[in-house]
């Protein structure tokens, strides 16, 4: 989804090159202009190109539009590309792809009466999301001492683990250390993640446990929090898919945590 700033459908190519780099501009922190476009015969783009490489998330970015009128025909790309390595979400830095080829773009409208561009169809096109397990286990350290702390338990010594259960599946275990005055505990936070077939994770199973009085009042702090997040699901892509049905959806676990999938158009 591309949230364009404008009432009025961008009339050449230069146009629309703008209004998309000033919409990514507003999601993320960029030292350039991201957008490269080539074209055909507008609306017809030979290429569309998005670099997004060392961008860092703005951290209240704008809500994802909500549409108002149904979508129609806008844009057809040769050749789409949109990706960054090394793009900063907190403290964790994600590397992302989407590639793809015979890209249809439809534009609405949201509710303030601004253009919106979603992609609709494409003949192929492969997804791709992964981040080192470190950046993981300091993202999750960032969250379990922020709220931790709120009631005065310390938190350090966290690290992770991920094991496959499935294709689409893994277990994790998070080991960390929970201090409050002079008293310390290990604590053990297991929980799953599995991936649907839209790039939807949910987490669930999610616990708390470890040994002694130190271990019950840091988990008792930690488990309201894990289970406001257990049954959640969240969206890895904010990208309305239309006619595009994501297939071979696959996580997989070494030194970075991968998720991969392939997408095309339904044919009859």
Do not use: W
């Amino acid at each position: 989804m591309f949230p364009l700033n404008t009432e009025i459908f961008p009339a050449t190519a230069a146009q629309l090159e703008r209004l998309l780099n000033e919409s990514l501009h507003h999601l993320f922190f960029l030292a350039r202009q991201p957008v490269e476009l080539r074209e055909k015969t507008y609306p017809h783009l030979d290429s569309l190109s998005i670099s997004l490489d060392g961008a860092g998330l703005r951290q209240r970015p704008p809500a994802i539009p909500s549409l108002s009128t149904k979508p129609m025909p806008a844009l057809t790309v040769d050749s789409f590309r949109a990706g960054g390595s090394g793009m900063s979400v907190g403290p964790a830095a994600i590397d992302f792809l989407l590639d793809a080829r015979m890209l249809q773009l439809h534009q609405a409208t949201d509710r303030q009466g601004h253009i919106v561009l979603l992609l609709q169809n494409a003949a192929e096109g492969h997804v791709q999301i992964s981040a080192a397990l470190s950046d993981l286990e300091a993202l999750i350290a960032e969250v379990l001492k922020s709220e931790a702390g709120k009631h005065g338990v310390n938190v350090d010594n966290v690290r992770l683990s991920l094991r496959s259960r499935s294709p689409r599946s893994l277990a994790a275990e998070v080991l960390l250390r929970a201090k409050k005055l002079f008293l310390s505990a290990s604590l053990r936070i297991t929980g799953q993640l599995e991936l649907d077939e839209e790039l939807n994770a949910r987490i669930s199973g999610l616990d708390c446990t470890g040994e002694g009085a130190m271990a019950s009042v840091a988990c008792g702090v930690l488990k309201p929090h894990l289970h406001t997040l257990d049954g959640r699901e969240f969206s890895l892509m904010s990208l309305p898919l239309g006619e595009v049905r994501l297939r071979d959806v696959r996580i997989a676990v070494g030194d970075k945590l991968a998720i991969t999938a392939e997408f095309g158009s339904i044919r009859e």
